[in-house]
């Protein structure tokens, strides 16, 4: 019986210490302050007017400023509300009070200033090095003979409509055939 009583004992600590190791998470406040040190705000501003600028050409028939209010401060709080939960599941109360630390100091702000441009010209160049790898890809393709000159492969049937493999998209090989 009082071996029962111990272990019982040892399985009571042992879950309460799981339980106050387990990291609190943070508030809803603390998680709206990082997102305004990050300027959310702002980039939903801005991806509000790239987003107009896209549906005013795929559009045109539509006013400009129809789009503009796509995201407009009711749509913005919205994406906001939802977007709390997310960080409440993915850091802590800690990790949000160091991440406000830090994005609060010199080099964090730098961040914060620097890192739209920094993204922009990542992604150009990463669709660039795309572009070139999958055409050098399909060069290379063309040469061993898995797919002709227009990007098809060979053995295709003639009543089969021909699958044409244009950069930067990924194809099928016809092996065997």
Known sequence: MRKWSLTGMALLLATGAAVAATPKPPSEAQVRQLMDVFGVDRMLGQM??????????????????YWQGFIDAKGARELTERMVPIYQRHFSAADIQGLLKFYRSPLGKKVITEMPATMAEGMQLGQEWGRERAQAMLADLQKGGRIDAQGR?????????????????????SAGH
């Open 48 to 65: 509000n007017s790239q987003m107009a600028a896209m549906m005013q050409q795929q559009l045109p028939c539509v006013p400009a400023d």
């Open 153 to 173: 492969c060979p053995a295709a049937p003639a009543a089969a409509p021909a699958t044409r493999l244009v950069a930067p998209a990924a194809g099928s090989s």
